[in-house]
């Protein structure tokens, strides 16, 4: 995989899914910076990878925030010099049926799953065209295709949903800068939020997968490889799906 000496943003790179991202990214010989409001996960996770040989460091930023999102991007030129690869990661899931969610609520998803999207590629994405080269992968959900999903997140799928269609038009806007951008939606995959559901709910959900399993964090992980490697040089707009085949309703 041809991504050595590249510089990546992961941001949510601290834990779950983002290090995992952080990780594969790492191996592959890219220069990673992680980004998270999790300080003492980043410099942990900081250390795995720079034990493992990697190159990578942490800067804080909430993604929610402009302001953030600008001094993050400008550490990233001033340090490094360039960015090529962005993984839109981090996010949150929302809890509970409309009725009961709040309005300041649907503000901090929207906030922390869009506007983060949104904002970052905007300022990532004049350096990328400056190089004619560059790679932007979106972590959706399959939340975002079917109404919210197993937990009843409506309000989270509706944030999953707006990434999916934003991708698409980054692919449209972007690709005359052989610049690709793509989503993944992951399915069930084994972190916290799904070790901690009620066992019926649980099972309920396997069923629903063909591949009777969760996903390792790693395999979304390695969808992301694929999709910033030179084997999806001409892969753009796609929406990916890393959900053992999930039967959607
Ligand atoms: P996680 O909670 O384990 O990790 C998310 C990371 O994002 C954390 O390190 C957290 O500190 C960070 N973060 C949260 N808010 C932030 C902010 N405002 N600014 C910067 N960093 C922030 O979650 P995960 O399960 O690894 O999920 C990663 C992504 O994958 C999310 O976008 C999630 O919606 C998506 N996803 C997860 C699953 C799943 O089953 N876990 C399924 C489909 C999609």
């Known amino acids: 995989i041809d991504v050595n000496g590249k510089v990546a943003l992961v941001t949510g790179g601290a834990k779950g899914i983002?290090?995992?991202i952080a990780n594969e990214l790492s191996k592959a010989g890219t220069n990673v910076v992680i980004t998270d409001i999790d300080k003492a996960a980043g410099n942990n996770a900081i250390q795995k990878l720079k034990q493992q040989g990697g190159s990578a460091r942490f800067v804080y930023a909430d993604v929610a925030s402009d302001t953030d999102t600008t001094n993050l991007i400008n550490n990233i030129i001033d340090q490094d010099t360039r960015i090529d690869i962005l993984i839109n990661n981090a996010g949150i899931i929302s809890k509970g049926n409309i009725i009961y969610v709040t309005v300041s609520e649907w503000e901090k998803l929207f906030d922390i799953n869009v506007k983060s999207v949104f904002m970052l590629t905007k300022k990532a994405l004049p350096y990328m065209?400056?190089?004619?080269?560059?790679?932007?992968?979106?972590?959706?959900?399959?939340?975002?295709?079917?109404?919210?999903?197993?937990?009843?997140?409506?309000?989270?799928?509706?944030?999953?949903g707006a990434i999916i269609s934003f991708t698409k038009g980054v692919a449209r806007e972007?690709?005359?800068?052989?610049?690709?951008?793509?989503?993944?939606?992951?399915?069930?995959?084994?972190?916290?939020?799904?070790?901690?559901?009620?066992?019926?709910?649980?099972?309920?959900?396997?069923?629903?997968i063909p591949l009777h399993r969760p996903a390792a964090p790693s395999e979304v992980a390695k969808g992301v490889l694929f999709l910033v490697s030179e084997l999806a040089d001409y892969v753009n707009g796609v929406t990916f799906n890393i959900d053992g085949g999930l039967v959607r309703y």
């Open 129 to 160: 065209m400056q190089n004619k080269w560059g790679r932007i992968v979106n972590i959706a959900s399959v939340a975002g295709q079917m109404g919210g999903g197993f937990l009843g997140n409506t309000c989270y799928g509706a944030t999953k």
């Open 18 to 20: 983002g290090f995992d």
């Open 174 to 208: 972007a690709g005359g800068y052989n610049i690709t951008t793509n989503v993944i939606c992951p399915g069930f995959i084994d972190t916290e939020i799904t070790r901690n559901m009620d066992k019926a709910l649980y099972d309920k959900s396997l069923e629903a």
